[in-house]
Nanobody, 121 residues
Framework: QVQLVESGGGLVQAGESLRLSCVAS????????MGWYRQAPGKQRELVAEISSAGSINYADSVKGRFHISRDNAKNTVYLQMNSLKPEDTADYYC???????????????WGQGTQVTVSS
């Protein structure tokens, strides 16, 4: 199995920065991608940023230019540097690890417990 542990959330003022970290442990082979999702109260969970095993990166339009995702493969860790935070970035942030397994290949999602980010105006 895969365990994901997030850290780095907190309460900040608008314009400030936070850095989220997610450490993966357990069975971490066949990783397709790692990334971050968020869920605000009353809203659906949405993709924030993801980075594939090949290094390609995808950002939500709402965070482009402000957030930066990176990955340390040796440490099985993915980071999300969040700059110029806005009140609308307030949400629970979840680490995601996606594995590609089996024949035919199928994607499997694993989730962390979430870390809360609150941005005050």
């Amino acid at each position: 199995q895969v365990q994901l542990v997030e850290s780095g959330g907190g309460l900040v003022q608008a314009g400030e920065s936070l850095r989220l970290s997610c450490v993966a442990s357990g069975t971490t082979s066949s990783i397709h991608s790692m990334g971050w999702y968020r869920q605000a109260p009353g809203k659906q969970r949405e993709l924030v940023a993801e980075i594939s095993s090949a290094g390609s990166i995808n950002y939500a339009d709402s965070v482009k230019g402000r957030f930066h995702i990176s990955r340390d493969n040796a440490k099985n860790t993915v980071y999300l540097q969040m700059n110029s935070l806005k009140p609308e970035d307030t949400a629970d942030y979840y680490c995601n690890l996606r594995r590609l397994l089996g024949l035919p290949a199928k994607l499997y999602d694993y989730w962390g417990q979430g870390t809360q980010v609150t941005v005050s105006s």
